[in-house]
């Protein structure tokens, strides 16, 4: 297995628009391309269940 010790970049397609995917040892970074803010997922959080947590407290907050 190669291990992950450098950020790794892909541009992605969601819903026609374009985001770049960065994906290095602390965990992903999604953001729209040619910007610098966006959705950060962090390794430690995704395997501690935090992260479908907080999607879960989203997607609850967006129902209404």
């Known amino acids: 297995m ?3 010790d450098k950020p790794i970049k892909r541009e992605v397609q ?3 628009a374009p985001y770049v995917l960065t994906i290095d040892p602390d965990g992903l970074k999604l953001v729209p391309k ?5 959705l950060l997922l962090r390794w430690t959080d995704l ?3 935090d992260a479908a947590l907080a ?3 989203r997607a609850s907050l967006e129902a209404r």
């Open 2 to 4: 190669t291990p992950l």
């Open 34 to 38: 040619g910007k610098r803010n966006g």
């Open 14 to 16: 969601i819903d026609d």
């Open 47 to 49: 395997v501690s269940g």
């Open 55 to 57: 999607t879960a407290l």
